[in-house]
């Protein structure tokens, strides 16, 4: 197994940028995302012994988000969650939605945004929401691999996309957040 | 609700076929609240496509480095540990400028002693790849004030979390490694007299000094070990 950590490399490493898409939203508080993308490699080597072909980019975003699953799990911590109150108050230009008369949340988002709050509020989102949506929208992963890469429907990737970009809109809608978007 | 989210899901993801789709557009037109969850997960899409970012400069290096360490199988008495342990021995190291040339180094090291607490032979290891034999060194510090090489480089060894520098002293390099945990004694080590739990060693040509406390510092470079006591003095505090 040594002997193949060329072909090893040869085979993962044009897929290290979408791996690193994946750490930075994956990874556990208090750790790097270098860190994971280089534990993901490690493990992925391990394992290239027994790997049977198939889709090699959702093969090493499953290790990835495994990684940093069983890297949270030992350091018995959680994802940082901040609460949407504390998220209001350090986003600038916060005003409310909602009531009548409320500007649509699309209209809002759109209008602007920068990728500091959008990286805070997607931290918000319920972490199945949150990886469907690092996988497709972030990593460009297309709804078949992220279905590979996390083991279940493809059905079910593209409804917990859709409810996590709705998510995502609403709460940078509330957040305000209305400039820098080009 | 959970159905509709698969079907709209399906609908924007431009799976569904041919009829769908124009029952969709159709039903979009009269929705009101289907049409906003359309525009919202079009915003939510564009605001993710925000979040992408190209890998770090450097971090190619780095994972090709820790892959031809794990390859070289050069853990130190990996042969009796888990293979998750053996891994991570490494893990974090190198950021380093010079990756593949210093993964070359030490790939071309001879074998680990068996005992060897991982953290101190992640180390060592670490110095062994970066400085010159000793007898390249040239005549010695001298009075030369230290220069830092390169960045820091954390490493993870053992599970400990290690900070590594390496400092410049004239024709000396010198390996500082700092860790919020105590360097384990290695097999061989002399504990040594004075203030915290400090302890000296030799590795082939490589002294080792730790002075373990609150933060432990272990100094490693091709001196004498006696020599480290006051070569780590002259260097900046951790």
Avoid at chain 1, 29 to 42: I, K
Avoid at chain 2, 2 to 13: M, N, P, Q, V, W
Avoid at chain 2, 63 to 72: G, I, K, P, R
């Amino acid at each position: 197994m040594d002997g193949d950590h060329r072909a090893f490399l040869e085979a993962t490493l044009p897929y290290l940028d979408v791996v690193y898409q994946v750490a930075r939203h994956a990874v556990a508080g208090g750790q790097e995302p270098e860190d994971l993308v280089q534990e993901t490699y490690l493990r992925a080597y391990t394992a290239f012994g027994s790997y049977r072909g198939g889709d090699m980019r959702a093969w090493l975003a499953a290790t990835c988000l495994n990684v940093a699953r069983s890297d949270g799990r030992r350091r018995r911590r959680r994802p940082v969650e901040l609460p949407a109150v504390a998220l209001l108050d350090w986003l600038p230009g916060v005003r409310a939605v909602g009531g009548e008369g409320e500007a649509d949340v699309a209209d809002v988002v759109i209008a602007g945004l920068d990728a500091q709050a959008v990286s805070r509020c997607l931290a918000l989102l319920p972490e199945p929401q949150r990886v469907c949506i690092v996988l497709m929208d972030v990593a460009g992963y297309t709804a078949r691999e992220a279905s590979e890469a996390l083991g279940c429907p493809r059905g079910t990737v593209l409804a917990r996309v859709h409810r996590g970009r709705r998510r995502l809109a609403r709460l940078l809608a509330e957040a305000g957040v209305s400039h820098g978007w080009p | 609700m959970d159905g509709h989210d698969r079907l709209l899901g399906a609908f924007l993801a431009g799976e569904l076929g041919p009829a769908d789709t124009r029952r969709w557009d159709a039903h979009l037109l009269e929705c009101e609240q289907c049409w906003r969850a359309v525009r919202e997960d079009r915003a939510g899409r564009q605001a993710a496509h925000l979040l992408r970012q190209p890998a770090p400069p450097g971090l190619a290096d780095r994972v090709v480095f820790a892959v031809e360490v794990a390859a070289a199988g050069i853990t130190p008495g990996h042969q009796t540990r888990p293979r998750g342990r053996r891994r991570r021995w490494l893990a974090g190291a190198a950021a380093v400028a010079a990756g593949l040339a210093i993964a070359l180094a030490v790939l071309l090291l001879p074998g680990g002693r068996a005992g060897m607490p991982a953290a101190v032979a992640a180390v060592a290891r670490y110095a062994q790849a970066i400085t010159p034999p000793a007898g390249q060194q040239g005549p010695g510090t001298g009075g030369a004030a230290p220069v830092e090489v390169g960045r820091p480089v954390t490493i993870t060894a053992g599970g400990q979390q290690i900070v590594v520098r390496t400092w410049r002293l004239g024709h000396l390099e010198a390996v500082v490694a700092v860790s919020g945990r105590p360097f384990p004694m290695p097999p061989g080590a002399r504990g040594m007299s004075g203030g915290g739990m400090a302890w000296s060693a030799r590795l082939g040509k490589l002294g080792l000094y730790c002075l373990n406390g609150r933060t432990s510092e272990l100094v490693a470079a091709p001196v004498p070990a006696a020599e480290l006591p006051g070569l780590a003095a002259r260097l900046p505090p951790a």
